[in-house]
């Protein structure tokens, strides 16, 4: 099967892997319908990770179960089905807590999903099947919830987005776009999206965003206690994960805040005594999205939201290092592959 | 009159100062039943903060007012009154959020409360007065309410401790002891106390807690591992403000737990990326103890909690350096000072 593998930093190539199997009884097989290039894939790409070697990449997926372990009870052969990156077996107290991407059996989807097929361990905690075979039309929305979706809304719901709220967001990318329609769903009064490019401002207010704010770093957050009557945003969701975005998020939420950072942590030293004065909340991490699958299908599903619309190019899963590059120089905001 | 004075790390001398009046009509003079030395102070004994110039000492405060601003409705000449290290309004909407430490118009009780008579900013939205004029042994409960058992208080509300969750106490000083003492009346099932001195074990006993862990740093992370079926405590109360406490609450937590830190953060930087893969919720920062004290008062007067009872020193105002040299030395874990 082909799959696009990671050599160095700027080097993808798409080439012939070997197809995935079974491994485990508790693993599925899926055939993909599409996957994506994740902004978390671009570290690597920009050598800001390492790449000690060729790496099979992607971990957002959406397709037909292939084949099933024998212990796998909860999808069959044929299920059109949806996971995470992170394989849980939502059973552990961990779980059941709602942190599937720390259950304390969690395996990475690491056989990298820009590919033909896919295997998902723990398949019976890990996919979510939909109600039958999608409209065409719905699949970039499901193939969103898998990552981008299920992480801004996790943002969100870190940040404790609700009716009421001034929300803001640092981050323009899928999951801070993503950010602004969880906040939307979840009934905020006013939500801020911080961008400087055109085609992102238009999405945010698309997707429910109220003000946009263009400046950055102290002027940024200087305009959100601007707009906030001097007191800073109740939430903040933070969608970045450098030192920059991480310090904009904290100094833009009031005392008292909640802030929801999901951008993945580069970087990153928090100066204690500033966070202590600061009186915010911090809550963050790798997405739990399983714990929002159901909730988020049924809302694409029903046509409720179109998280799909973050897909501004597609693309054949040949070209990827074209999607992986339209990225990185931002003529994109988040390319579909489909193999 | 008497107040003490820090003129440099290890020199605290009581000496006549300027008896403070009323100079805002906002303000209350109060003629102080007692005061104490608090962890905090020892951070400048120690020279870990600067001392610039001659500091009045002192941020704990019960007594009687002896005069009020013009301004002043809530409380009159001769009520029995607490109030907490910073002032605050008590009506601007951080302060109705429960953040009168971030009030926007809060203000530090700097005129040194080791002393005979402090005057109060803000009295209205500062000071809460008794039922009456308090029985001799309430006092020194009363005045723990004005500081260390707020913050033990708010440690362990920002850490979310309620029925059926085990607590873990990073610190034993009287704000850690405290800590226990909250998440008992709390509901905690199991408040495991992190000490490895016997008079402070045993207060910790006696305060509710559950189990006793003397190890520190990885070791004691282990242990409430061990204690918590390898997943970590569901609360933390992080009572010091090292960077190797604050990394021990952090890593005792399990994922999606959450840790309350009120030690005064001296030299912490967090580590992002262990952050965001902890998937702790972090939440501190100075006490609004005002949120707490009506609450904590009734406690005291209906005699269901004892918190005075972290006072294992009482020496005269006068001999307040050597309150400072028993704490330091670990001699005492906290030293009523009576004026």
Redesign the interface.
């Given at each position: 099967m082909l799959g696009a593998v990671m050599y160095a930093a700027g080097d993808v190539r798409v080439e012939e892997r070997e197809r995935p199997t079974v491994v485990n009884p508790t693993d599925a097989v899926i055939r993909l319908s599409a996957t994506c290039v994740c902004g978390s894939d671009l570290w690597p790409w920009r050598g800001a990770d390492p790449v000690t070697r060729p790496t099979p990449m992607g971990h957002e997926y959406v397709g037909v179960v292939e084949e099933v372990g024998d212990a796998v009870r909860n999808v069959k052969v044929g299920d059109f089905v949806i996971g995470s990156f992170f394989a849980s077996d939502n059973t552990c107290?961990?779980c059941r807590?709602?942190?599937q991407?720390?259950c304390?059996h969690r395996e990475f989807v690491a056989g990298g999903a820009q590919a033909e097929y896919l295997r998902v361990p723990l398949a019976d905690g890990t996919l979510v099947a939909t109600p039958g075979m999608p409209e065409p039309d719905l699949v970039p929305s499901l193939l969103a919830a898998s990552d981008v979706l299920g992480t801004g809304w996790f943002g969100a719901v870190a940040a404790q987005v609700g009716p009421g709220r001034t929300v803001a967001v640092v981050g323009d990318g899928a999951v801070g776009l993503l950010g602004v329609l969880a906040a939307r769903q979840l009934g905020a009064a006013r939500i801020i999206a911080m961008s400087r490019y055109e085609s992102r401002q238009k999405l945010a207010l698309e997707f429910g965003a109220t003000d946009l704010v263009t400046e950055r770093g102290d002027e940024g957050v200087a305009r959100i206690r601007e707009l906030t009557?001097?007191?800073g945003a109740h939430s903040v969701i933070e969608a970045v994960?450098t030192?920059e975005s991480?310090m904009q998020a904290i100094r833009a939420t009031?005392?008292?805040g909640h802030v929801g950072?999901v951008g993945?942590?580069?970087?990153?030293?928090?100066?204690?005594?500033e966070?202590?004065?600061?009186?915010?909340?911090?809550?963050?991490?790798?997405a739990p999205v399983r714990r929002f699958l159901p909730e988020l299908i049924r809302l694409v599903w029903d046509r409720e939201i179109d998280p799909g619309r973050v897909f501004d190019l597609e693309l054949p899963l040949s070209e990827a290092a074209e999607g992986y590059r339209a990225m990185d120089e931002r003529r994109a905001i988040k390319v579909l592959l489909r193999p």
């Open positions: 107290e961990i807590a709602g942190y991407t720390s304390v009557d001097g007191l994960g030192q991480m009031r005392a008292g950072f993945v942590s580069h970087g990153v030293e928090l100066p204690g005594e966070l202590f004065f600061s009186h915010v909340h911090l809550h963050g991490g790798p």
